[in-house]
């Protein structure tokens, strides 16, 4: 049931040709996808499955795929309620159209990219993060006070400044030997594959990364800082919203 993910090679692909690997009570089950399954603090992706006769099922969600052997990469999508119609027809070899809810993923993109941002302007642990269609928001590990404009008009030269975005892959062993790269306390980087997926924002940002992003700082466009609070003692909140 492993499945490939194209999103991981380009995150612009918009849909794709796929065949039905098996359905069962976590959903649909696809040998590729372009379905982003929630994980490092990213939403699932919501979408559209068309069968051969044109009957549409919708997704309303995708996640990470759980059996006996199941790697990072496999995924699930899990189907809006009340499809029983259309669900019904769908079988295993079957061949489909998978295409993702874009205009609502484009958004996520921008903003997990400007999450990236926040790391390199607030160079502190992210203790906790959640990147939506409306928002991104990070827990950031300090007791240092953080002043919302200076910020902002960081995040919004380096915006303004088109870095290029792109991927490298290490392997685990050297992953290993650089904990520093590490920023996420929550999310640890999926070893266990031989390599890891590192995001590179050309002289600003690079840690290890297995989500969507822009491909260059620039498409982010302009960012606000919608709520800046103290979580804890020890721990500051951060949302950012496309202005
Ligand atoms: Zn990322």
Known sequence: MSTRALFREDAYLTHCEASVTAVDEQG??????????????????AGTLTL???TR???????????????????????????????SKLKVGDKVRAEIDWEQRHRRMRLHTASHLICAVL???????????????????????????????????????????????ITDDEMAARPELV??????PPMGLGRVRLLRIESVDLQPCGGTHVRNTGEIGALRIAKLEKKS???????LELA
């Open 183 to 188: 920023r996420t306390m929550s999310v640890k």
């Open 57 to 87: 099922i919708v997704i309303a969600d995708t996640r990470k795929a759980k059996f006996e052997g199941a790697t990072p990469d496999d995924a699930v999508h899990v189907p809006a309620p009340a499809q029983d119609d259309a669900l």
């Open 28 to 45: 649909i089950h696809l040998d590729q996808t372009v379905f982003y399954p929630l994980g490092g603090g990213q939403a699932g992706d």
């Open 123 to 169: 160079p502190y642990p992210v203790d906790g993060c959640s990147i939506t269609t409306e928002y991104a928001r990070l827990d950031l590990a300090t007791v240092e006070p953080i002043e919302r404009e200076a910020v902002e008009a960081k995040l919004n030269a380096l915006i303004g400044g088109a870095h290029a975005v792109y991927t490298e892959w």
């Open 233 to 239: 003692a020890r721990t500051r909140r951060l949302v």
């Open 52 to 54: 051969a006769d044109g």
